[in-house]
Structure formats: C-alpha cells, structure tokens
C-alpha cells in the first residue's frame, strides 16, 4: 500500500514536471521565420536571445584605430646629442701647438660623428684661431642650437628651413667675424634636425585606448531587427542569423533548458514537501494534485499578465498576483511549504510573465519580494480581516519595490508613469488577496484547516448537537457555556487560540448526554444514581463520557481539533472520589480510576482541561469569595502540574498560572459581591437563595 502511494506521488510529480517544462519552453521558445536577403520582411523580426555581434564591434575596433592616426612628441634630447657633436669637434682642437698639422687634426676626427662635417679651409681656420676664438664659435652654435632645437620641429623641409633661418639670425648677432660666423652656421645647419617626430609607443597606446573606448555590440533579446514590411538587406540577414532566429535548430536548446529548469523545481518542491511536518497530507495523492494545480493555475495568470505586456505595456509584470499561492499555502499547509512555492513563483514566473521576451532583473526581484514576503505577512487560521490588512501591506510594498528598481535603472520615472505603476501594484495585491479569498473556503476543508468561518457556524445554537445537548443534559449546557467564556479568556491571555478553545467547549462534554443524570449538574430531583452503584461502576461511567462524545462528534463529522478536545480533556486524571470511596472498602490500583488518555496535546487542550476543573470545583461553591475561588484555582492547577497532565503539549508553567490568573479574574466578575440596600433586603435574599439554587 505505501510502496504504491509513492508510485502515485511519484507519478502526480511527472505530469507536474512536464506541464510546468512546457509552459517554461513555450513561453521562451523562439519563433521560426522564413526570410531571403534582399527580400521583404512579412512581419516584425526580433532577437530570440541576447548575443555580441563580434562583426560589428570589430568594425567600429577598426574605425575606431584608424581615427587615431599617427602619434608624435617633442624629443629635447635630440638638442643634446647634437650638442655632444658640436663638443666633440671642438674637442680635437685641444691641446694643439704651433707645429700641429692640418693632418693631425683631421685624423683626430676620423673616428667620430662629426667628420666632413666642415671643409679644409674651415678646419684650418679653426686651428689657426686662438684658444679663445674657437671657444667663442663653439659657445655661440651651441646656444644657438639650444634655443632651436628647444622648440618644436617638425620633419617638414619648412619646418626644418625656418629652424635654420632662427639660428642664422642667433649666430649674426654674436661678435664673431664674419668667416667664424660662416662656420657657426655651417655647423647649425648640419646640426639642426626634427625634435618633433613620429612615436610608436605613443601611436600604440591611443589605438589601444580607442579600442577599450569601444563597447561590444549587444543584441538584445527581444530587440527589434526588422520592421514588417522593409527589406531584408545583407546586414540584417547577418544578424537573423547570428541570433538564431532563422535557425530552426536552435529551438532545441531552450527545451532543454526549460525541461532542465523544470526538474530542478519540481525536485526542490517535492524535497521540501516531504521535509514539512504534515507530509503525510501532502503527499496524499488528491491534496498533491491541488498543490500542483494551483501552481499551474498561478502561472497561466502570469502567463496572461505576460501576453498583455506583449500587446500593452513592458510593465505588465507588476500587475501578476504574486502572492496568490503563497498565501494559501501558508495558511493551510505551513511556512516550508510556502517558501518552496515562493521560490517556484520567483524563477518560473517571471519567466513566464516576460512571454518569451527578455526576463529583466527587475521581474525576478519584483516577484521575488511579492512571493516572499507573502510568506511572513501571513499566519495559519488568520482571520479574514488580518488577511485584508496583509494584503494593503503587500501593494505598500510592492509600489515601494517597483519605484525603488525605477530609480535602481536610472530610469526616466514621471508622475503619470509613478501613478499608473503604483495602482498595477496594488491590484496585484488585491488580485492575490481577492483570489485567496475566493479558494479558501473550499480548499479549508480539502487540507483538513479548521477556519475561523468553520467555528463560527458551530457556536450557533441551532446545531443539531448542541440543541442535544440543551435538551438532554441543560445542566451540562449550562456548564459548557461558562467553561467557553473561561477558556476563551485564558487562551487569548497566553496567545492561543480562543475561538477554537470556546468551540471546543462547548462540545467537550457532549458525551454526558449518553447518561445525563450520572452527572451532578443534571440532577434535579436529589436522586444519585452512583448510590446503587460500585465506585468502579461510577467510575467507567464518568470516565467514558470523553469517548462518547468524542464518537458523537466523528458521527456528526466535526473538525478533527475539536474532537481531540474532547476526547484529551480530562487526559490521564484521577477520579478521587470513587477512587477514595473504594480504598476504603478494599485493595484498588490507581490506574483503575484513572482515565485513558491522552494527555492535552495542544494548549487550546491543556486549557479546557484547566478551566473545565476550576468551573467544576467553583460551582460547587455555595459562597464562592474572590480569595476562596483563588485558592482553588491555585490548588487544582498544583495538582494537575503534580500530576504531569500538561507534559505533551507546549504549554509551558507560567501559561499555565496564567489561565488560573484569567479564570479567577472571570469568576470573580460573575461571582462579586453585591450592596445589600437596607429597603431591598428581603428581596436581595430571594435573589441570593435563587442564585444559590
């Protein structure tokens, strides 16, 4: 039997992977075209993925280094090395005596750069001036030199030209004579060359730096490449092609992606499923199948908010009620459970709503923060109103989250574009309020939740039980009903759930009805069956009204929780009475006079259990004063704790004390002590002997 339940989950698990893989794949399919160059485009063509054209941005590469050109720069120590020429000339005219040939100054220059530099007569002339004259030739070319060749020049003949022209003028000024001026300029006019010159360092860094200046060319998905109507040129063919979208076989590959993205949901969904606490009704087939269903019913929401964006506006997302599983989930299922459908609703509903366009980052997070959130907005059982409230939280939030990515893109927001946008967000939270509304009613019962609504309808004294109850065993009634305001009063005290534990109340004793007048409530005339009976018959009586009623309950197909009430409300308590009344006579276990459990198991349990005591011991009271009834209180809650009744539920001991806090201060409002006016004494009596009765 389990080995085939699993199949069957197994199974339901499949058809979920393959129905959410082919919405996932028919979303982002693209879409095959029949187009020749030079031909004409018979519909819009757009980009089915995103992709660089390397052809294009090649192209502007080039464009981009040939508008650099060649690079110079300005070489000053070309003005030194031609200088180091000038010294070394001069340099072979040291040291020379009166015999000193032409020859051997000749052969000084024979090795260096300078040779032929200047003729015979002008080295002659040299050797024969005094030490003084050559160093004043040698001064003057050199400034000469260095206020040229300081400045720019260029390799063009006039550049070169006016350089020489400036040092001419720079050597006519100096105080040599006519002839040493003659070789000055010689000298300069050999010496000066381009200090302004080509670089290639220089030259290759620009290219370089146009070449990182350009950006890639980047098809967009969903970029429009051809418009209906115009023709299909080489260029545009280029791109068709390079983006798939006149390539069938590229449609194979969003198919496996779509199926691969799909496994993996469908996996992570089922592992979280099988981690709640309430995995065996999860994993019933019928409840398995909702859950997938409505996820498939979310995403073909998503998936017309996506054909809408298509034909209106790129900002359809944000009308997609994201929240709307979500929340379901939540309140019925439990907080894991959520998450995982949160996740399913973040990645393939995004996708999903783009409709095969591209899946922005701003859809992911959009839905992300919807889907999410949604999860810690909510509680289990929530009231209806509280739901409400989540729900003008959550448009809050999401007109907060859509401007926040607006301005996060640098986007041109106006306030039309602010308006409209904002009332999307709330109609997305609306919509997912306003869906959760319309399934919960039939989805609470399906999931075994027992809702506020649900409670409501049994508290209504026209219920077939209760009017049992009233008529067979008024006593008992009449007991419940008090038991109902205390219980409501204490669970709302320590934060549980009073309408359940009031609901519960009512009906926990529906079990005395079965033998009304074995009950001390229901006795009227002053006759004690239990007075022809054995303590171990009294006591099997008194302790199977817990069964009884809770069998009555299954028969009437109440909720599941308050049947456990029922049945855990006196939890393994001793009957002392009957229990004392037979050690008297004779040896007895105590587990005789005991009853069988279980112990409360939750604290809506716990508290019916408490209360149910105090009201008992209380009314049986004849003067219950507010420090009596608080004595004991206190002395059945000591022995209840003593007895270990409320160690398999979550109560802890200080809720504990704290229902007996509530209860007293209850009892003490409906049992306070009246002023007794002179003039209405006798009449105060009446009414005391009554309310004694």
Known sequence: ??????????????????????????????????????GIAEQDIRSPITVEDRTATERLQQEAVNGVGSQFSLRREFADQ????????????????????????????????????LGDDELNLLLEATENTRRTVEDVTVTALQEVMGNRIETSSQSISEARDRAE???????????????????????????????????????????????PVIIQEGQLLVNQGEVVTREIYRKLELTGAIDPNRSFAPLFGAYLLSGLLTTGFLFMLIRSKIQQLLL?????????????????????????????????????????????????VDERVALASALITMIAGSIVASFGQNTSFMTV???????????????????????????????????????????????????????????????SALLSIVLTFGFLPFL????????????????????????????EAPGTYHHSMMVANLAESACEAI????????????????????????????????????????????????????????????????????IDIAEQHHGTSLLKFFYVKAKETRDVTESRFRYPGPKPQTREAAVVMIVDSIEAAVRSQKQPTPERIRQLV???????????????????TKEVWRVGESACETLTGLFHERIEYPELKKEGELHANHFER
Not at 12 to 34: D, E, K, N, Q
Not at 296 to 319: D, N, R, S
Not at 634 to 652: N, V
């Open 634 to 652: 206190s002395a059945i809650i000591r022995d209840k704790l003593q007895d270990g009744q409320f160690e398999d539920c979550e109560l802890t």
């Open 444 to 471: 609470e019962p399906w999931f075994g939740v027992l809702s506020s609504g649900r409670l409501i309808e049994l508290m209504s004294p026209t219920h077939p039980l209760l009017r049992k109850l009233l008529m």
């Open 365 to 427: 997070v959009y839905f992300a923060t919807g889907s999410f959130l949604a999860v810690f907005l909510v509680e289990p059982k929530i009231q209806r109103k509280r739901l409400f409230l989540s729900g003008v939280l959550l448009g809050i939030i999401n007109i907060i989250m859509v401007l926040a990515l607006l301005f996060l893109r640098n986007t041109v927001v106006t306030w039309e574009m602010v308006a409209y946008l904002s009332g999307f967000a709330i109609t």
């Open 82 to 117: 031609q200088i180091a020429k000038v010294e070394q000339l001069f340099a072979a005219f040291e040291e020379t005596e009166e015999e000193t040939e032409l020859s051997d100054i000749k052969n000084r220059l024979n090795s260096t750069e300078v040779n032929g530099f």
């Open 495 to 562: 934060g549980a759930d009073g309408l359940l534990a009031r609901v519960a109340s009512y009906y926990h004793d529906l079990g005395k009805t079965e033998r009304p007048l074995h009950f001390i409530e229901n006795q009227q005339s002053g006759v004690n069956p239990h007075d022809r009976l054995t303590p171990e018959e009294s006591a099997d009586i008194i302790m199977a009204h817990p069964y009884d009623g809770a069998d009555l309950l299954r028969r009437y197909k109440l909720p599941k929780e308050i």
């Open 169 to 215: 003028t720079l050597v006519d000024q100096s105080p040599l004579s006519l002839e040493f001026r003659a070789i000055a300029n010689s000298l300069s006019d050999q010496l000066i060359v381009p200090n302004y010159v080509f670089d290639s360092e220089a030259t290759r860094e620009k290219e370089q730096q146009a070449l990182d200046a350009v950006e």
């Open 284 to 332: 019933r087939p019928k409840i398995l199948i909702t859950v997938y269903g409505l996820l498939l019913l979310q995403l073909g929401i998503f998936f017309g908010v996506g054909y809408i964006g298509i034909e209106f506006t790129t900002y359809a997302y944000v009308l997609a009620p994201t929240a709307f599983v979500v929340l379901l989930l939540r309140i019925l």
């Open 1 to 38: 039997m389990q080995q085939a339940r699993h199949w069957t989950v197994a199974t339901i698990s499949v058809l979920f992977f393959l129905i959410l893989g082919a919405i996932l794949y028919f979303t982002v399919r693209p879409s095959i075209i029949s187009v020749e160059p030079l």
